[in-house]
C-alpha cells in the first residue's frame, strides 16, 4: 500500500510540474504589444536554431526594409558590418550624418547644386537637380533652417557584399518657407517652428579605401 501511494505520489507531482511549465511557456511566449519597436541592430540577434540561410535582401530606395531587422543567424547586421568594418564607429559616423543632414538640406534650400554633389548618388542627384529646377523656373526661393536635433539614431543596418547601407532617423526641429518672386511667403512659415521626421539611407563600400559614405535615399516614416 505504502508503494502504491508513493507511486501515485510521483505521478501527481510529474502532472504538476508539466503544467507550471506549460503555464511558464505559454506566459514567456506571449507579447503584450508593449515590447520595444526597434532592436538595437549592433547587438547580437537572438538565436533563431539551425538557420544557414544567409541570403541578404537588399532593400530598394524606393521602399526599405522593416526597421530592425535581424537575418544571417545568429549575427545581426550591425554586428557583422562591425566584423567586416572594424574602423566602424557609430558614434563618429552619426555624427558626420548630422553634419551631413544639416548641409544637404541646407544647399537644397539654397540650390548650391555644387555642394549636394558629393555627398548624394548620382540618381538622388539628379532627383534633387529636378527640384531645383523646377523652384528656379518658378521663380521660387527655399529658405530652411535645422534650429536643433531632436535625435539622431541608426535604425536598419543592411550589409550586401561589401557594400553597407545605414538608415538614419532624423528628427529635427526646422523653420522652412518657400517665397514667390516678389517676396510673399507661398509655403510655410518664417514665424513658425515644425518638428519634422526624415529616414536617410547612407551606402558606402566598405572594401574601397574611401571613408566617405553617399546619401542614396531619403524618405518620411510612413504613419
Not at 544557414?52 to 545581426?76: F, K, M, W, Y
Not at 574602423?87 to 548630422?98: P, T, V
Not at 521660387?140 to 557594400?163: C, K, M, P, W, Y
Request: proline share 4%.
Amino acid at each position: 500500500m505504502g508503494d502504491g501511494s508513493a507511486l501515485f505520489e510521483i505521478i501527481l507531482f510529474a502532472i504538476l510540474a508539466g503544467f507550471l511549465v506549460f503555464k511558464l511557456r505559454s506566459v514567456l511566449g506571449k507579447r503584450t504589444g508593449h515590447e520595444e519597436r526597434h532592436s538595437d541592430p549592433f547587438s547580437p540577434a537572438p538565436e533563431q536554431g539551425n538557420k544557414s540561410d544567409n541570403v541578404i535582401q537588399l532593400p530598394g530606395r524606393d521602399a526599405e526594409n522593416s526597421v530592425g531587422e535581424q537575418q544571417d543567424g545568429d549575427l545581426s547586421e550591425g554586428m557583422r558590418l562591425k566584423m567586416a568594418d572594424p574602423s566602424f564607429d557609430e558614434i563618429e559616423f552619426l555624427q558626420g550624418a548630422r553634419t551631413a543632414f544639416e548641409w544637404v538640406v541646407t544647399s537644397f534650400a539654397k540650390g548650391d547644386r555644387e555642394a549636394l554633389r558629393p555627398l548624394l548618388a548620382d540618381d538622388l542627384m539628379s532627383a534633387f537637380a529636378g527640384a531645383i529646377d523646377a523652384r528656379e523656373q518658378a521663380g521660387e526661393t527655399q529658405e530652411t533652417t535645422v534650429s536643433s536635433f531632436r535625435s539622431a539614431l541608426i535604425n536598419d543596418v543592411h550589409l550586401a557584399g561589401s557594400v553597407a547601407r545605414v538608415t538614419v532617423e532624423f528628427i529635427t526641429d526646422q523653420v522652412k518657407v518657400t517665397r514667390a518672386e516678389d517676396g510673399s511667403v507661398v509655403d510655410g512659415d518664417p514665424d513658425r517652428i515644425e518638428t519634422v521626421t526624415d529616414l536617410w539611407t547612407f551606402e558606402r563600400d566598405i572594401a574601397t579605401q574611401d571613408p566617405n559614405w553617399r546619401l542614396v535615399a531619403t524618405r518620411v516614416p510612413e504613419e
